[in-house]
């Protein structure tokens, strides 16, 4: 079983940057979803980014156009640069890969019985 460790996490002021990574391999989930999900505090855990097999992006209403979701040239890393970070967006944050039953769904609708993957998890702690 192929390990998600995810790194990059900390303390930043609200404003500023952050970017996540994820040693989440195209060789190993050919198929899969590879997304980001976080779990805030006192919440329950919600996704926020995913990239199917074709590319194809889909965010959280509560990120989009602040968070980015890539992986690099090799496909064997996960990535989540997140700019303009808020207070809100104080999370537990996981790296997870999916096998949803239906085609095309947003991160959103992905469930977590259908996540096969999920790495340990890292915070993210956003100051006002």
């Known amino acids: 079983q192929a390990q998600l460790v995810e790194s990059g996490g900390g303390s930043v002021q609200a404003g500023e940057s952050l970017t996540l990574s994820c040693p989440a391999s195209?060789?190993?989930?050919?198929?899969?979803?590879l997304a980001w999900f976080r779990r805030p505090p006192g919440k329950a855990r919600e996704g926020v980014a995913a990239?199917?097999?074709?590319?194809?992006?889909s965010y959280d209403d509560s990120v989009k156009g602040r968070f980015t979701i890539y992986q690099d040239s090799s496909k064997t890393m996960l990535y989540l640069r997140m700019n303009d970070l808020k207070p809100e967006d104080t999370a537990m944050y996981y790296c997870?890969?999916?096998?949803?039953?239906?085609?095309?769904?947003?991160?959103?609708?992905?469930?977590?019985?259908?996540?096969?993957?999920w790495g340990q998890g890292t915070q993210v702690t956003v100051s006002s």
């Open positions: 990239i199917e097999s074709d590319e194809t992006i």
């Open positions: 195209r060789s190993i989930y050919p198929y899969s979803y």
């Open positions: 997870a890969a999916a096998s949803p039953e239906e085609e095309g769904i947003l991160v959103h609708e992905i469930t977590e019985a259908e996540v096969t993957d």
